[in-house]
């Protein structure tokens, strides 16, 4: 059994692992935390599965609770509409990505959510459904209509806000990944958009271009 913690004691706990450096790095990606994620990681590891003590940190509005919240949650345990009241407090990127992996794509609403934020007017929110979309695509695409994605890819990828634009291009390079039949179109499109062309990519990490990023997994796939 995990051991009972209290809220107030979780919370000393990381505010006790507070580094300005860590806080000054995350802040350049909108995260406005000082807990190094390995040892977030660790306090989670220790606590186990607890679904009160989540939603008790959850609602701190806390970035660093919140990140810990969706490691000792129960992801089966929350309703439909408590998960889409979460996603649209999840400002912070890190608990955005965090919540749609860890949590909604475990989730039993996860097909239900998808197709109701996929066409939110909040750019937040719908990057959410585009995440769940390109899910479907690589592993579950039965259903979907790859043409009509590619369609709007074309169409707004390339002015959407950045969080909504990366959703997007994940979508097109899995398309081109996964489904050889649209990997011309899906090539054609990140080539003439150049969404991401010049992103900093490090050295040994494949760019987030989704020409590149296409053509180099379909290389690993067929083993040269």
């Known amino acids: 059994m995990a051991p009972e913690s209290s809220l107030d004691a979780v919370l000393a706990e990381l505010a006790a692992l507070e580094d ?12 406005d935390h000082g807990v190094n994620l390995s040892k977030l990681r660790a306090v989670a590891k220790r606590l186990k599965i ?4 989540s939603r008790e940190l959850w609602s701190t509005g806390d970035t660093a609770a919140r990140l810990l919240s969706l490691l000792i949650c129960r992801p089966k345990d929350f309703g439909k ?25 475990k989730s039993p609403f996860a097909e239900d959510l998808r197709v109701a934020w996929f066409a939110d007017p909040d750019p937040v929110v719908s990057s959410a459904g585009w995440a769940l979309t390109a899910e479907r ?8 209509d ?3 994605l590619l369609d709007i890819i074309e169409a707004e990828m390339k002015d959407a806000p950045d969080r909504l634009q990366w959703a997007m ?3 097109l390079a899995q398309i ?6 649209y990997r011309p179109r899906a090539l054609d499109i990140g080539e003439r958009l150049e969404v991401l062309k010049d992103y900093p990519t490090p050295p040994n990490c494949t760019s987030p271009f989704a020409p590149a990023w ?6 690993r796939q067929a083993g040269n």
């Open 214 to 219: 296409i053509n180099e997994m379909v290389r």
């Open 169 to 171: 291009n994940n979508c």
């Open 50 to 53: 607890q679904q009160d003590l």
């Open 146 to 148: 790859l043409g009509r």
């Open 20 to 31: 300005p450096r860590a806080r000054e790095v995350n802040e350049k990606h909108g995260d």
């Open 137 to 144: 695509v690589a592993k579950r695409p039965e259903g979907l």
């Open 176 to 181: 081109g990944i996964e489904h050889p039949e």
């Open 81 to 105: 509409n408590e998960l889409d009241s979460m996603l649209r407090e999840a400002k912070r990127p890190k608990v955005h990505d965090w919540f749609v992996n860890y949590v909604v794509k």
